[in-house]
Structures are given as C-alpha cells and as structure tokens.
C-alpha cells in the first residue's frame, strides 16, 4: 500500500519563525511536490523535486525553500513565517513508471502563523 | 492566470440522482486529465483519469467525458451516494513535452454534497 506521510497534522507558529514541513515517500518514487491548498483557490504547486538535490519553482515559490538530501524526503522551508503563510500544506508524490500524472497525496499539515 | 477552473464552487443533488461536476481550461498543451477526491483532514485521492486522445472513460459509478474543442471536461457520478459528498478537483497535464515531471495544474474545487 502506498504511503505519503507528513510530520505534522496541525502546526501553530510565530511571525518570523523558521519553519520545516517534512514528507516521506515509500515507494521509491522519483517526483515529489508541495501544495498548498486555500479556499476557493484550489491546490497551488509551491516547488517539485524530479530527483534528489534537484527542484524546480512551482506556481507560488516566494517565501518558501525546499530540500531534497534523500529520495524518499522532500522538505519544505518557510524561512520566515508570516501570517498570510496559514494554510493547509500538502506534499505529494508520482513516478514516471506509473499512470501519467497519478500523485499520490499525504495527509496534509494545517499550519497556523500567529 | 488560471489555467484550470471549477466555476461551480458547491453543487448539492439528491441520493441516488446524478451528479455532474464541470471544468473548463485554457492551456491547448495539457493532454492528460485528472479527477481528485477529498474529504476533510485527508489528502486528495485519484478518482479516474482520461487522455486527450480519448473523450470518454469509465470506471463504476464515474465517467469522465472531455470536449477538446470547448476545452471542456466533466465527471458524472451515477447514482451519487452521501459517500461521495466531498470536494472534488479536475487537474491536467501537459506531458508530451517530456519535461513536465508529472506536475499536475488544479483547478479550484467543487464541493459536492449528496443529501440521503
């Protein structure tokens, strides 16, 4: 059974804090993506990983980082936090071997910026 | 600019009618199309999937049906089921280019609630 897994379900943060999102992967699957999910506004790409230490700017990538050290991880950075940065963050994952597109979605985090 | 979009942000049927979900696009390149499911606190899961060289796929309860000359798709959900009230997001592709990595453009959701 496939598994994308989040560190956090629900995180609460300062302004100007550092903040780390991590996904695991275990299927061995090469891409790796973070949204972020907003009402009315649907699910926006902040960055993909095609590899490890590879990424790629998504839709949205100001305000945020990523890192990819291992295949399995893909880490997301809010360098500093700032309130319109609350939402839901969810991380995802495909493979070129499978059905086109077919990402497979981990549970999400509901961050919080106070 | 937004490539993929759900004009119908909430779409209420009865137990047992159909339900239809719409969405438009933009993008003339995207040749692969998805339909996600998601309930609250769960990520999104793949429902069913069709490609630009097809204008109909099937798969139970769900069809999907895409019109490329009105950059049109939509997915009918017969009979609905109080199971299916969830939001539901189209998504496309763009993967003849070779470079896409698979990434996916969403559009912004439709939620669907089937009363019993």
């Known amino acids: 059974d496939v598994k994308v897994t989040q560190s956090s379900r629900y995180l609460v943060k300062r302004t100007g804090e550092k903040v780390f999102l991590e996904c695991v992967q275990d299927?061995?699957?090469?891409?790796m993506f973070w949204y972020r999910q907003d009402p009315g506004l649907g699910l926006r790409l902040i960055y993909f990983?095609?590899?490890?230490?590879?990424?790629e700017k998504g839709d949205i990538p100001e305000g945020y980082s990523v890192s990819r050290e291992k295949k399995e991880r893909f880490s997301l950075i809010l360098e500093s936090a700032s309130t319109n940065q609350t939402s839901m963050y969810l991380c995802?994952?495909?493979?070129?071997?499978?059905?086109?597109?077919?990402?497979?979605f981990g549970p999400g985090t509901r961050l919080t910026v106070t | 600019d937004q490539q993929v979009k759900q004009n119908s942000p909430s779409l209420s049927v009865q137990e047992g009618r159909i339900s239809i979900l719409n969405c438009d696009y933009t993008?003339?390149?995207?040749?692969?199309f998805l339909w996600y499911k998601k309930y609250p606190a769960e990520g999104p899961t793949f429902l069913i999937s069709i490609s630009s060289i097809k204008d109909k796929n099937e798969d139970g309860r769900f069809t999907v049906f895409l019109n490329k000359s009105a950059k049109h798709l939509s997915l009918h959900i017969v009979p609905s089921q109080p199971g299916d009230s969830a939001v539901y997001f189209c998504?496309?592709?763009?993967?003849?280019?070779?470079?896409?990595?698979?990434?996916?453009?969403f559009g912004q959701g439709t939620i669907l609630t089937v009363h019993p």
């Open positions: 998504a496309a592709s763009d993967n003849a280019g070779g470079t896409s990595y698979g990434k996916l453009t």
């Open positions: 993008n003339s390149m995207f040749d692969y």
């Open positions: 995802a994952s495909s493979t070129h071997r499978g059905p086109l597109g077919e990402q497979y």
């Open positions: 299927m061995d699957h090469e891409n």
């Open positions: 990983s095609y590899d490890v230490k590879m990424k």
